[in-house]
């Protein structure tokens, strides 16, 4: 469809220092269509810059956003709107723009491979049939940046930290709506990652702090720093499903596992990794050798590793050390750390860390020159600016990591609020047992459990780069949404 373009420009240039080729509040609007589900449906794309101000007003940051709204809706009132959001910190929302949710993907082969020449395509799987969606990149990430006073050094804590993101963010969530008369819609936010960190948090600052209340908050391979990376016996012992389900894709599991089916397999490996594995952890050099060695036993045969490495690891097997062991006698190949399926070639077969993440570089491979060309030659927003798919966000600061308790919270006080957490069986990043526990103990109570709903994909950290997974995860996805509206009825207990 012919595309029709207007530039809005509010605010050009100031005396900040701010790249002068990026203006501070700006927008282009486009317009296509695209046949989700067999039917047509019209939207117009808007893209562009957002202020963020101080409680000073003055303008401390510019957002880079792209927002699809359908345009053959009338009422806005019953029309979803989903604000997305990466992770890293400081990854752009690239990802699930082009490749996921939005009305484009990627032109990759149908397990997520990048092919030439690169580019995207239409998306007959997108949710734009069902909600409108705005993809927000923060501080240094895509073309979004930090505005600093001439002659004053920026202030990283303002936007570099879990708290400080969350902050800024919900306040420049709560311009979006305004400006996009976008208050009496049902909202949702959906973060992948860290973003599962972001959007938890934000559930609660949004609804205190901004009085916007929500209808979902969705994770996608969601990283919980409670457990995450904190080499505690609940991070080790959680990570053993994610082991048996990718040494089951690489067929490295004994044959009375490897015959059956995956999700025939997981849920013991999950029993045995919450009520057998983790108290023998946590026993720590105080453990029976009988003991020890049992469990070392059954670890070997929920991982595909041998018993000897087990042991010598003292039953903590981290991620780090399975994607270098888990293939080394057997083809010498490396497993990728997002995306287990993938493998790579290391300089030597020896060691316990990869070279490099090879699902990574794969992706990089095809999202780098798709997303450049798609925003500067369809949507027209065109600036010799470097767009970030990573950027410079550190010190990140950790501190006072509260959301999930945030989230809590959030649900306690809003009946409507419902939680969907999708993760991969072969992410090594943020396992999707790890996602299983998170969604756990969000809610101690056990009160508010039949509002949390859980799915799982036989694909990694983007599921949705595996073309049959991506048409399932989106799927979920329009469920959740319309089993989510209020339907006219009260928000009460």
């Known amino acids: 469809m012919k595309k029709i373009v207007f530039l809005f420009v509010l605010i050009s240039q100031i005396a900040w220092s701010q790249d002068p080729r990026i203006p501070l509040d700006t927008m282009v609007v486009t317009t296509n269509s695209v046949v989700i589900k067999g039917k047509t449906v019209p939207y117009k794309a808007t893209t562009g810059m957002q202020p963020v101000w101080n409680e000073n007003g003055e303008i401390i940051a510019t957002l880079y956003y792209t927002y699809y709204k359908r345009t053959d809706i009338k009422n806005d009132e019953e029309r979803p709107i989903i604000m997305s959001f990466n992770g890293g910190p400081g990854s752009a929302s690239v990802w699930m723009h082009i490749a996921y949710t939005g009305p484009k993907v990627l032109k990759i082969d149908d397990e997520g491979y990048p092919v030439q020449p690169y580019g995207i395509k239409d998306n007959p799987n997108s949710i734009l049939d069902v909600a409108d969606i705005v993809y927000i990149n923060p501080v240094n990430t895509a073309y979004s940046r930090p505005v600093v006073a001439e002659g004053k050094k920026l202030d990283k804590s303002l936007f570099f930290g879990i708290n400080a993101d969350i902050t800024y963010l919900a306040t420049w969530l709560n311009t979006f709506i305004t400006r ?40 996608v391979s969601p990283a919980d720093y409670k457990v995450l990376r904190t080499e505690s016996p609940v991070d080790y012992a959680l990570n053993l499903p994610y082991f048996t389900a990718t040494a089951w894709h690489h067929k ?61 690891n003292n039953l903590e097997v981290s991620p780090n050390f399975f994607w270098k062991e888990l293939l080394r006698d057997k083809t010498g190949q490396t497993i990728g750390r997002l995306d287990s399926r993938y493998l790579g070639i290391d300089k030597r077969e020896i060691g316990e ?27 027209n927003f065109k600036t010799d600016v470097k767009y970030n798919l990573f950027g410079p966000v550190s010190p990140w600061d950790n501190s006072n990591d509260n959301v999930r308790e945030g989230l809590r919270q959030a649900m306690a006080q809003n009946p409507y609020l419902k939680v969907l957490v999708q993760s991969g069986y072969y992410d090594g990043a943020t396992t999707y047992f790890s996602a299983k526990y998170t969604m756990w ?23 949705y780069l595996r073309n049959e997974d991506l048409q399932k995860s989106n799927d979920d996805l329009r469920a959740f949404i319309l089993n989510s509206l209020s339907k006219n009825k009260p928000a009460k207990y």
């Open 441 to 463: 103990k969000t809610d101690p109570s056990g009160k508010m459990k039949d509002r949390f709903t859980f799915k799982g994909y036989r694909s990694g950290h983007m599921m």
């Open 252 to 312: 490295m599991l004994s044959p009375e596992l490897q015959n059956k089916d995956l999700l025939e397999i997981l849920p013991e490996a999950e029993d045995f990794a919450i009520n057998k594995l983790l108290p023998a952890i946590a026993k720590g050099g105080f453990i029976s050798e009988i003991e020890k060695n049992a469990i070392a036993e059954k670890v070997a045969f929920y991982s595909g590793l041998s018993k000897k490495v087990v042991l010598q």
């Open 180 to 219: 996009n008369n976008r208050w009496k819609s049902p909202k949702y936010i959906i973060g992948e990652s860290y973003g599962g960190t972001r959007v938890m948090g934000l559930a609660a600052e949004l609804q205190n702090k901004q009085w916007m209340y929500l209808n979902g908050v969705i994770m």
């Open 353 to 379: 860390n990869t070279d490099y993440n090879p699902e990574l570089t794969s992706w990089l491979h095809s999202f780098t020159p798709a997303i450049n060309y798609y925003i500067r030659e369809e949507l």
